[in-house]
């Protein structure tokens, strides 16, 4: 059981290019989640997507767009990196009806 | 909107000795769920305890426990006897039950000394 699977783990972009972050979850869990963690800043929300055909922004929305390809499925674009955007990312699945939310091992990205 | 406040960045504690990690909420919902979340260096996230709104009995797994204050909207994580293998971040992460956002706290990094 892979749980919540993000591809990939490590990525270094210029400045101005795109990239996709890619999350699965095989869990059939109807929640997934985007956060980035900076050190002293917690995970924030970026996106979120409470069940299969919604999304909604989080607290940093700016910079990102999301799409929720199917149940198993949420996926995080950058379209033009920018240097602040330098963080480890996690992607989470959750179910409306368990109690614990599961994470994946992270990207860390860094823009240049 | 719904917000968690970590108000300790660090603490520290003597090995075998307990220590409370403090975690305030606020929401607009009567139905949510709160959670702790340990991450060792290593960067994985842990899940460690989780306690309901309606839940009247404060949630325990093993030496983790969780302090519920509903009225005061707090819900510290009490680690009993640490161990070097505690040291980590933890996170205090909230769920709406409106609207499944699953909100986390900045953290607090807690340091088990010998």
């Known amino acids: 059981n892979a749980g919540v699977t993000q591809t990939p783990k490590f990525q270094v972009l210029k400045t101005g290019q795109s990239m996709t972050l890619q999350c699965a979850q095989d869990?059939?869990?109807?929640?997934m989640y985007w956060y980035r963690q900076d050190p002293g800043m917690g995970l924030r929300l970026i996106y979120y997507?409470?069940?299969?055909?919604?999304?909604d922004k989080g607290e940093v929305p700016n910079g990102y767009n999301v799409s929720r390809l199917n149940k198993r499925e949420f996926s995080l674009r950058l379209e033009s990196a920018a240097p602040s955007q330098t963080s480890v990312y996690f992607c989470?699945?959750?179910?409306?009806?368990?109690?614990?939310?599961?994470f994946g091992q992270g990207t860390r990205l860094t823009v240049v | 909107a719904q917000k968690i406040t970590q108000t300790q960045p660090g603490m520290f504690v003597q090995e075998k000795e307990a220590v409370t990690l403090d975690c305030t909420y606020d929401?607009?919902?009567?139905?949510?769920?709160l959670f702790w979340y340990k991450q060792p260096s290593s960067g994985e996230m842990i899940f460690l305890i989780y306690q309901g709104s309606y839940d009247e009995q404060n949630a325990t797994e093993g030496r983790y426990s969780l302090n519920f204050q509903k009225a005061r909207k707090s819900a510290n994580l009490v680690i009993s006897a640490s161990q070097l293998g505690d040291s980590a971040m933890y996170f205090c992460a909230m769920r709406g039950g409106s609207n499944y956002k699953l909100t986390f706290g900045k953290g607090t990094l807690l340091t088990v000394n010998p």
């Open positions: 997507s409470a069940s299969e055909g919604t999304t």
């Open positions: 929401t607009s919902d009567q139905s949510y769920g």
């Open positions: 989470a699945s959750m179910d409306w009806g368990i109690t614990e939310a599961f």
């Open positions: 869990m059939n869990h109807n929640s």
